[in-house]
């Protein structure tokens, strides 16, 4: 049944700034209200205060007293990769839904102790992927759901930036030093790195495209620059029965995405039995090779739909119609996701096929 009231959002743990993002749409939200936010470091906060008016009562330094006074019904986090587990099982027992931002979490078991943690308090967990609200990875799920290229065979995936600190997003800054990037937690060990910031995208988005598929085996190398602790690029072969699958990541990008599309181009392409689809990211238009057309035609996006607009919006309405969280966002295919990163993070490591982690 629809709620009563608008839904009491609280905004925890500033460190990473989807953060911004996320509290924009829930303050644009018609059912939804902004009542607190808390982070260490009150400077993080200053953009999100300016920018939606909050008032001094509803800005915390301490998420507890923030949660305490505040009463939330949902709590967006957004904490560094590493400490997900950690928050989540903090902020649960207030008997809160959780929005954390992606990845799921650093490794297959935080991310079970995390829906341990949300199952013990009976609220819900979403786990949000921006990619999944780009028009021409929706349209082109769409098209799949409706057979244009028949069953899916394969699914390509390359995406990456500049650099998690690269100064200007462009071209022509200096490479940040090696001492700057062991002093940023992107690059911390416990969850940093190209794989871990990029493969769950093409994993979770992966998923999502095959319907819950899991693949059969993975490989994965890695690279980096030398002193680098973490890798900054990555090359994942996943086999799903006959077919494989590749997914790139890459921090080092020629150009940043959002300004100039590098190449390869970031998004996907994908091969069913009858066709091809090409959906890259923020492009109007996507490309579809049928039987009908070799050639391959162009089609426009779908527009935004008002049910599925954003993840604040679509998981409130989910909420609301007390109804499952289901694509990228739910725990069933994020957990997939998740256990492809982990494979792959651990056949790096040894350097050869491993069969999925369970």
Same mark, same amino acid.
Request: glycine share 6%; with cysteine.
């Given at each position: 049944?629809? $709620?009563?009231?608008? @839904? ?37 906060? +200053? ?13 915390? *330094? ?47 078991? +935080? ?41 899916? +065979? ?22 940040? $030093? ?31 495209? @095959?319907? !819950? ?19 900054? +690029? ?6 799903? !029965? ?10 080092? *990008? ?90 792959? *993070? ?13």
């Amino acid at each position: 049944m629809p $709620s009563r009231k608008k @839904f009491r959002i609280a905004g925890i743990n500033f460190d990473f700034r989807h953060m911004d993002h996320l509290l924009a749409h829930a303050a644009h939200a018609p059912n939804a209200e902004i009542v607190g936010i808390a982070h260490h470091d009150p400077r993080e906060m +200053q953009d999100v205060i300016r920018t939606h008016a909050i008032p001094p009562e509803r800005v915390f *330094t301490d998420w507890r007293a923030c949660l305490e006074q505040t009463k939330p019904d949902v709590v967006i986090l957004c904490p560094a990769t590493g400490a997900h587990a950690e928050w989540v099982e903090l902020v649960a027992p207030y008997r809160v839904h959780v929005l954390i931002e992606k990845p799921f979490a650093a490794d297959l078991p +935080q991310a079970d102790r995390m829906i341990a943690a949300m199952k013990k308090a009976r609220r819900e967990l979403a786990i949000n992927w921006p990619l999944a609200w780009y028009p021409p990875h929706i349209t082109a799920h769409r098209l799949l759901r409706e057979g244009m290229i028949g069953d899916l +065979q394969e699914v390509h995936f390359y995406d990456g930036n500049r650099g998690p600190i690269q100064s200007d997003p462009v071209l022509g800054a200096p490479e940040p $030093s090696l001492a700057k990037k062991k002093a940023n937690w992107f690059y911390f060990k416990n969850g940093g790195g190209s794989l871990i910031d990029y493969l769950g995208y093409g994993a979770t988005l992966g998923t999502w495209y @095959f319907d !819950g598929r899991k693949p059969d085996e993975i490989t994965t190398v890695t690279a980096a620059a030398p002193g680098v602790p973490v890798d900054e +690029q990555s090359v994942t072969i996943a086999r799903y !029965g006959d077919w494989l699958s590749t997914f790139h990541t890459r921090w080092g *990008t020629f150009t940043c995405p959002w300004i100039n599309q590098p190449q390869p181009k970031c998004g996907f392409v994908l091969k069913g039995s009858k066709g091809t689809i090409a959906n890259y990211d923020y492009e109007p238009t996507i490309r579809v090779q049928t039987p009908r057309c070799p050639e391959g035609r162009v089609i426009p996006v779908d527009k935004p739909s008002k049910t599925y607009a954003n993840p604040v919006q679509y998981f409130l309405r989910c909420l609301e119609l007390g109804v499952p969280v289901e694509g990228p966002l739910s725990v069933a295919t994020a957990r997939i996701g998740q256990q492809i990163v982990d494979t792959a *993070t651990l056949s790096a490591k040894k350097r050869k096929p491993l069969k999925l982690l369970k």
